[in-house]
Nanobody, 122 residues
Framework: EEHLVESGGGSVAAGGSLTLSCSVT????????MGWFRQAPAQEREGIAT???????LYAPSVQSRFTISLDHARNTLYLQMDKLKVEDTAMYYC????????????????WGQGTQVTVSS
């Protein structure tokens, strides 16, 4: 059975850093396009980063140059390094898998984790 489990969220001051993890079981993350999304209260789920098995990545403009997505094939784990965090980065963060290359569109993703909360204070 396929499972995605996010961890690493928490509370941090603006300008700080956090690293999120997404542990994948039941399938090889290397066989899909993996992505990170976030959803703030009363807002739609937003795609922010995606990565292919060869390491190619795409970022949303809102996180470009501040966030880094990576995939550890041996551990079957997806990561999101978040630097220079802003108050507006506060949201629930989710990882997901897709069969569609290089996409940040929510409908293109199938399996989802339960999310991990990130709160950035000013």
């Amino acid at each position: 059975e396929e499972h995605l489990v996010e961890s690493g969220g928490g509370s941090v001051a603006a300008g700080g850093s956090l690293t999120l993890s997404c542990s994948v079981t039941g399938f090889s993350a290397n066989s899909y396009y993996m992505g990170w999304f976030r959803q703030a209260p009363a807002q739609e789920r937003e795609g922010i980063a995606t990565i292919s098995s060869d390491g190619g990545a795409l970022y949303a403009p809102s996180v470009q140059s501040r966030f880094t997505i990576s995939l550890d094939h041996a551990r079957n784990t997806l990561y999101l390094q978040m630097d220079k965090l802003k108050v507006e980065d506060t949201a629930m963060y989710y990882c997901g898998s897709s069969n569609t290359p290089v996409t940040l569109r929510y409908p293109d993703y199938g399996y989802w984790g339960q999310g991990t909360q990130v709160t950035v204070s000013s």
